[in-house]
T-cell receptor, first 115, second 110 residues
Framework: ETGVTQTPRHLVMGMTNKKSLKCEQHLGHNAMYWYKQSAKKPLELMFVYSLEERVENNSVPSRFSPECPNSSHLFLHLHTLQPEDSALYLC??????????????FGEGSRLTVL | EDQVTQSPEALRLQEGESSSLNCSYTVSGLRGLFWYRQDPGKGPEFLFTLYSAGEEKEKERLKATLTKKESFLHITAPKPEDSATYLC???????????FGAGTTVTVRA
C-alpha cells in the first residue's frame, strides 16, 4: 500500500446511525487532515492533527468526532448526521508541520450519503 | 480572511486548443499558492507551488504563473487526459490553513 488510503469509499447511513471513516497514510508524514468537499464548493478544512495532537477543529459540529491513535491513522466518527452532511470526505497528510502545510497528499475520499 | 476565486467554472476545449484558467486571490502576505488536479471520484493531486510574483512552473502541457493578485494555469495543446477539475489554493502568512477555490472543470474533446 502506498500513499493515503481511505475506507469505505462509499457509505450510506440513516440520520440515527453511527459509523466511522478510516484513513491510513503510508508516507511517514507528521500531519493529517479531514476535509469536506460539497458539490461546487471549495474544500472545507474540518480537523488537523499534528503528531497525533489535534490543532484545529474549525467549528465543526459535534456530530463529527475525529480520532488520531497514531501518526499513520485517522478516523472520523459520525453520529446523528443530517442530510446536508452528505459530501465527499477527504483525508490528507503533509510531510511538514501543520503550520507549513504546503503540499498535501490526499486520499481518494469517502462518499457519504445521509438519508 | 483569505479568499480565492477561480474562473471560469467550466471550460470545454477541443483537443489541441490551448487556454488558461484564472485564480484570483486576496491574502495577507502570501506564503504559497498551490495548484491541484482532481479527477472524478478521486482526491486532489498536487501539481505546483508558487511563492512569489513572477514565478513560473511547468509540467508537461501545464504552466502556472503568478502575479500579486492572480495566478494562471495555462494548458498548451491539451489532450483528453487533461480533463479534470483544477483547484487553486493559497496559504497566507497569518494562517497556516489553505484556502481553496471552487475549481475549474476542464473537458477536452478528441
Amino acid at each position: 500500500e502506498t500513499g493515503v488510503t481511505q475506507t469505505p469509499r462509499h457509505l450510506v447511513m440513516g440520520m440515527t446511525n453511527k459509523k466511522s471513516l478510516k484513513c491510513e497514510q503510508h508516507l511517514g508524514h507528521n500531519a493529517m487532515y479531514w476535509y469536506k468537499q460539497s458539490a461546487k464548493k471549495p474544500l472545507e478544512l474540518m480537523f488537523v492533527y499534528s503528531l497525533e495532537e489535534r490543532v484545529e477543529n474549525n467549528s465543526v459540529p459535534s456530530r463529527f468526532s475525529p480520532e488520531c491513535p497514531n501518526s499513520s491513522h485517522l478516523f472520523l466518527h459520525l453520529h446523528t448526521l443530517q442530510p446536508e452532511d452528505s459530501a465527499l470526505y477527504l483525508c490528507a497528510s503533509s510531510q511538514g508541520d501543520y503550520s507549513n502545510t504546503g503540499e498535501l497528499f490526499f486520499g481518494e475520499g469517502s462518499r457519504l450519503t445521509v438519508l | 480572511e483569505d479568499q480565492v476565486t477561480q474562473s471560469p467554472e467550466a471550460l470545454r476545449l477541443q483537443e489541441g486548443e490551448s487556454s488558461s484558467l484564472n485564480c484570483s486571490y486576496t491574502v495577507s502576505g502570501l506564503r504559497g499558492l498551490f495548484w491541484y488536479r482532481q479527477d472524478p471520484g478521486k482526491g486532489p493531486e498536487f501539481l505546483f507551488t508558487l511563492y512569489s510574483a513572477g514565478e513560473e512552473k511547468e509540467k508537461e502541457r501545464l504552466k502556472a504563473t503568478l502575479t500579486k493578485k492572480e495566478s494562471f494555469l495555462h494548458i498548451t495543446a491539451p489532450k483528453p487526459e487533461d480533463s479534470a477539475t483544477y483547484l487553486c489554493a493559497v496559504q497566507g502568512s497569518n494562517d497556516y490553513k489553505l484556502s481553496f477555490g471552487a475549481g475549474t472543470t476542464v473537458t477536452v474533446r478528441a
